[in-house]
């Protein structure tokens, strides 16, 4: 079946790096060679590329005058400083529109002008310019020039409305162009015909190049801390200018530049700050603040030089980002509970609508829906008399260039290919989520397929010490320059859950790398088996231990799937609490019981990406199925991989896990259980149309003497075991102390026991125990298990 299972792992740059480029590289630079031919798969091939990537030099920096409409925006501006005249900075209420606002306001007010500083408010006024907004700021501040930062490239009916109250307005932005360019100067380095080097500077990287052309690059250099700040927070690439503000930005905010940053940066205990603490830690609360509120204290923070002041506001800021993890919680599970209403098996990207979900924090929802589900998601919200969007997408879909093919149902649009915003009118959301998912269905189904993917394959080995110390120089990372990735092929491994959390899984490689898998507990069965798999791993400095690097797991591919035989016999067993009738589960839906010819299982099977789940019990029926069904990719034992509803084969699920089943249509059992009870169970749970072989049911090969039941019972109640990892695991601690035990009799009469009230069984986050309840007696026929076995048996 090859390296691919479960997860697609692929090299980010196809083509492999040539040896003798990186050899060269290395002798030429010195460097690690492992480093050598990450720069190499980066497309940094010559000791001058690698050298400018590496070390930043200010004259780097390009000329500012090289964009379209910075002549005439430093000229206008100038005019307005020469004659003291009332200036208003019009921005956006997220890092990057805060940020820029505050280096243009700095460096005006620097010269000094009365600036008139305005940042909308998210949910009275939305993004972009307002006319409403825009009336009541020039009758406040009698403005005689405007000017826009992170915003403005969409609005040339507001551009309008200003010129007709007889003022001049200036737009800076850096988002896509569509639609009419506003007849106004527009500095905007995606304009068409604008030959500036780089074109992906975010909003407050054009405020940044703005100041360098009004007051030169000593003047720019002055805030290029928040330039840095808003690069990384807006998720721009971290390539070319961008890469070099955010180095020499860091390098600025270690020197306390900015009062209101400085203090923040104490406040979370940060020494020498990253990108990832920039991305993790500093902008959630800095955006917290338009989120949940008035995004005008976060540029008063970053323009005050009261200490008190900007203490107050990060207090405030923490209970906001606070405040903001608790509803994204909230929302997402409202979501989450909301795609059962939507067509999750046909449907390609997630498109939730509701009248009342917080604004200002859609985007982070949609974020989320989109890496779990890996489909492009969208995020309606009543605003007025529509709809508010938001969305998000994934890997290899532009979320742009969708909005942008549905523009006849959208009032207006705007944003990136991977986040971008959007209008509409409620009439027309039910043939917007046509047309989008219409368009999707255009696109390669690999798009939505789940993978890694990885700059270089390495031996295990050479994940060395001294590799993972070169990579500090790739630093600053981030989108466009990732941390890197090595796909190491590994065989054994002796994997173990970690003794502080056993929700995470360690394990250590042939060189002695320790790594760690985070939240793996349920897909621990990828690491195990004698089997070769292929791993996607980061390195990063340990903060404790012997080692001064430790690997994290990012991506599994086993070639073979791990099954425990022993525990997999028991399976059936297990399945036997489900009653006969069906009637332990509450009906959802209208889905129905089919019996199928136990030869064909590819007919209900199907070959749809999502929505049909087949069900084994063990390997031979696994092997057979996957046998007969080569294009299906997901295979999995016990757990999901993956929330989403990937068609899959898997072995012995747990049924109580009712989210593994959410979303599926089509459920086909690849045995005959002994009886049709948990096919029943499914049908009532999920909706969905379960499948069963139209064969007779086995007859279980277990005891129902009471003799053997009062032996089970006496040992459980003997050994008292608490904290075992599963209902396996519980047996063998058991069987090792009490002989001639079977897996299969121990599940039978543990159901039996717990219908009968004698024991309480209980899984938490300390593991699986049995716990005998006192006093408590019953007769074995009143349990309905037992009665099932013993008709069977007569």
Known sequence: MGLKMNTVIKRRNETAADREVVSALARETGLDEVFAELLVSRGLKSGAEARRFLYPDTQNLSDPFLMKGMTEAARRIQTAIDNRENVVIYGDYDVDGISATAILSLFLASKGLNVYSHIPNRSSEGYGLNEKSLAAIIERSFADL?????????????????????????????????????????????QADCGYPDTMLCGAGVAFKLVHALGGLDAALEYIDLAALATVADLVPLLNENRLIVQLGLEAIAKKKNLGLSLLIA??????????????????????AGRLGDAYRAFELLTTRDVAAAREIIDELNGDNQKRKELCDTLYGEAAADLSYENMTDDRAIILSHPDWEKGITGIVAARLAGDYRRPAFILVK??????GTCRGIEGVSVYALLSGAAEYLIEFGGHAQAAGFSIAEKNIPAFKAHVNAALKELDETLFYPSVSYDIALDADKLTESAAASLKLLEPTGNGNPRPLFKVTAGELRAAPCKNNPAHISFSLPGGLNVFAFGYARQAYQLLGTGKRELVIELQEAAI?????????RGCSPEALYINDDAAAGYPYALLKYPADGTAAITNGNGRLHFYAPD?????????????????????CYERAAARLPGCMIHEYMYPVSANNYSKIIVAPDLD???????YKKIVFLFRPFHDGPARYLQALCGAD????????????????RDEFLRYFAAIKRAAITGAGSEYAYFKRLSAA?????????????????????????????????????????????????????????
């Open 600 to 620: 064909e299982p590819e007919a209900p099977a199907g070959n749809a990406l999502y929505g049909t789940l087949l069900i084994a019990d063990g390997r031979a």
């Open 267 to 288: 406040d979370q205990e940060l020494t020498r700050v990253t990108s990832g603490d920039i991305a993790y830690k500093l902008a959630p609360r800095i955006n917290a």
């Open 738 to 794: 009490e002989a001639g035990l079977t897996y299969p009799q121990f599940l039978v009469c543990a159901a039996v026991f717990g219908e009968l009230g004698l024991l309480t069984a209980s899984k938490t986050e300390k593991g699986y125990g049995l716990c005998v309840n006192p006093g408590v007696k019953a007769e074995l026929a009143a349990s309905p298990i037992y009665r099932f076995l013993s008709g069977l048996e007569s």
């Open 146 to 190: 405007i000017v826009t930062c992170d915003c403005g490239i969409s609005g040339y009916r507001e551009v309008e409305f200003c010129k007709e109250l007889g003022v001049e307005i200036i737009v800076t932005d850096h988002h896509e162009v569509s639609g009419q360019i506003p007849d106004c100067i527009v500095v905007n380095p995606k």
């Open 690 to 705: 379960v499948y069963l072989p139209d064969m007779p049911p086995p007859p279980p090969a277990v005891k129902t003497g």
């Open 383 to 388: 605003s007025g008399d529509a709809y508010k």
């Open 657 to 663: 896990q009712r989210a593994d089943f959410a979303h």
């Open 545 to 553: 231990g012997r080692q001064a690097y430790k690997g994290i797991l």
